[in-house]
């Protein structure tokens, strides 16, 4: 196995009072998607939020390809190659979705070439290229959420939640997409409730609790193991 | 590339109430406009008080449109910025005393040249004292409302004794560049010079500050920065420089609005700044955090307001800006034209 893209170790954040992420051990391979799962609120978002640098881990280091970025900030990061889509989206809702891709393009104008690969990619985008992104519907929103990720090369995606509350439609172009950019050649660390979604993206999978990882692994291995899913999350796979 | 699924878009259409709803700040200001003519009855009246309203109006808009600006991109409260008020206005008129021989003589090129050189040397040292102000005196307090409002107003108390010292106690009492005095007169009103330029270049900065922030991509880089700076800084932009940048810029407009008031009151004190703040917070109060339209809008209807009633009922003028702020934040919390939420 090549050099992990992203690793994590030992990482402890705190979020206020709460001692939120407890340990945090994990390697992200470079080349394909690693599904970051667990049940709710055991600090998944909290684990992207501290790789991008929203919030600042107390201890612990974070090595994005080979060189230490733990205390890098936010947009240092974001310039390292590491592009973010938030779980709330993150879309500027008063500008228009020129607007936003236009921002989303940091170190120059907007690669027309790139831009037909993501009009291909998000159809409605290129539909609503003139208006306000507020307007947009809430699954036109999480296209034009990743399709601002996806404005410039980025070696690694942290994406949050991409088919949440999405109709089954929307959800499939999202998967699409997301296929896409791991033939490109991208990295993605991607957490995902709706497990017929990671079963079909994921090549390897981290399972987290109270705040550490519990369990890394390669998707299909946990797929393929109700005992192991009901152990580690509670639940099983096969109910969904 | 896999092609995407049968998904045929729909544009989410706003209901009519919406429309109308997002498009009623901007009849407010013709609204008020026809109420004072029908108020006042005399049209040369109402003209000359028009005028002021607006000249008033474009005044605390210059002085306003930075500190919106820097209230919603970082959730700054500067309580110092009548400072930067003050300290233009000094700085200004100071330059315009030295420059007597270009404002004493009735020649349009110099009287502009001594103005221009009043606005520049004004603008360079407010926009340096607020590099200096965000630095030692906000920076430390990013985050904290409560300090921010403490340590804010205790930097504009010393930077008021600091004039003091420098300028002595007393006020400065100025009379305008020659070709700045007097009226014209226009449908049987008598409209100041001074008020009509205040207008025009009040309207030109919020024009250019609508192109700027329209049509760069600094512009979109602020805009976005007041919805949500988490993100813009996720894509890869250094929103401190730009926050250092937009208050730098806001310290120089209030700074510039300070010679205009200076020029336009012809008499300046060290408290000017500081008594200008009740107006301009109520200005970015009920044009909407953030929001340089908002702002614009706003600070019409302050201007406009105070001099019709001044007219009308001169013992109501000074609670009608309260009276103003009640009504619009009864009708819309947030203000007219919100771009930041209330955090």
Not at chain 2, 134 to 151: C, D, M, N, S, T
Not at chain 2, 311 to 337: C, D
Request: a neutral charge; proline letters at 4%; charged letters at 15%.
């Amino acid at each position: 196995m090549s050099d992990p893209i992203l690793e994590l170790s030992g990482i402890h954040t705190d979020i206020a009072q709460y001692h939120i992420l407890q340990g945090v051990d994990l390697a992200v391979p470079r080349g394909g998607v690693t599904m970051l799962l667990g049940r709710n609120g055991v600090g998944k978002t909290t684990t992207l939020r501290t790789i991008i640098g929203h919030w600042q881990s107390k201890a612990g280091r974070i090595r994005f390809n080979g060189t230490e970025i733990t205390t890098l900030p936010t947009p240092a990061r974001a310039r390292a190659g590491i592009g973010f889509v938030p779980e709330d989206m993150g879309i500027f809702s008063d500008l228009t979705v020129e607007e936003n891709m236009i921002l989303a393009a940091a170190s120059g104008p907007l690669d027309p070439a790139r831009l037909e690969w993501i009009f291909a990619a998000f159809p409605p985008l290129r539909t609503f290229w003139k208006s306000e992104a507020g307007n947009l519907s809430g699954g036109q929103k999480q296209m034009l959420s990743i399709a601002r990720a996806m404005a410039e090369e980025r070696q690694l995606y942290l994406i949050d939640e991409p088919t949440k509350g999405l109709a089954p439609a929307i959800i499939s172009t999202m998967a699409g997409a997301l296929r896409d950019l791991k033939k490109k050649g991208a990295s993605i660390l991607l957490v995902e409730q709706n497990f017929s979604v990671a079963k079909a993206l994921g090549d390897t999978a981290a399972v987290m609790d109270d705040g550490r990882i519990v369990w890394a692994g390669e998707m299909a291995e946990l797929a393929g193991d109700s005992g192991l899913q009901e152990r580690l999350m509670g639940l099983s796979m096969e109910a969904h | 590339m896999a092609a995407a699924p049968d998904h045929a878009p729909k544009y989410a259409q706003l209901p009519l109430s919406d429309k109308i709803g997002r498009a009623m700040p901007l009849l407010l200001v013709p609204v008020l406009v026809l109420l004072g003519f029908l108020s006042i009855g005399s049209t040369s009246s109402w003209l000359t008080l028009t005028v002021s309203g607006l000249a008033m109006g474009m005044m605390i808009f210059i002085m306003a449109s930075g500190l919106t600006l820097v209230f919603g991109l970082m959730d700054v409260i500067n309580f110092g910025h009548g400072a930067f008020i003050s300290v233009g206005a000094y700085v200004g008129i100071s330059a315009l005393l030295a420059l007597e021989g270009w404002t004493g003589v009735p020649s349009l090129m110099l009287n502009v040249a001594a103005v221009l050189a009043a606005v520049i040397a004004a603008m360079c040292v407010t926009g340096a004292l607020g590099w200096g102000f965000e630095r030692v005196i906000v920076r430390p307090v990013y985050g904290a409302h409560l300090k921010q409002i403490l340590v804010t107003v205790g930097g504009l108390i010393v930077i008021e004794q600091m004039i003091h010292v420098l300028w002595g106690p007393d006020e400065i009492y100025i009379t305008r560049p020659e070709m700045l005095k007097g009226a014209v007169t226009f449908a049987g009103a008598a409209i100041e010079k001074y008020r009509l330029l205040a207008v025009v270049f009040g309207l030109a900065l919020f024009i250019a500050m609508r192109l700027v922030l329209k049509r760069t991509k600094i512009g979109l880089i602020v805009r976005a920065g007041v919805q949500n700076g988490e993100m813009v800084q996720a894509l890869g932009y250094r929103l401190r420089l730009v926050f250092i940048g937009v208050f730098v810029t806001g310290s120089a407009l209030a700074g510039l609005g300070g010679v205009m008031w200076g020029l336009y009151q012809e008499v300046i004190t060290a408290g000017m700044g500081e008594e200008m703040m009740i107006l301009v917070f109520i200005v970015v109060i009920i044009g909407g955090l953030g929001s340089v339209e908002g702002a614009f809008i706003g600070a019409l209807m302050v201007g406009l307001l105070q001099n019709y009633v001044a007219f009308l009922e001169p013992k109501l003028a000074l609670i009608s800006n309260i009276a103003l702020m009640t009504a619009i934040l009864m009708w819309r919390p947030q203000g007219m034209m919100p771009v930041v939420k209330a955090k």
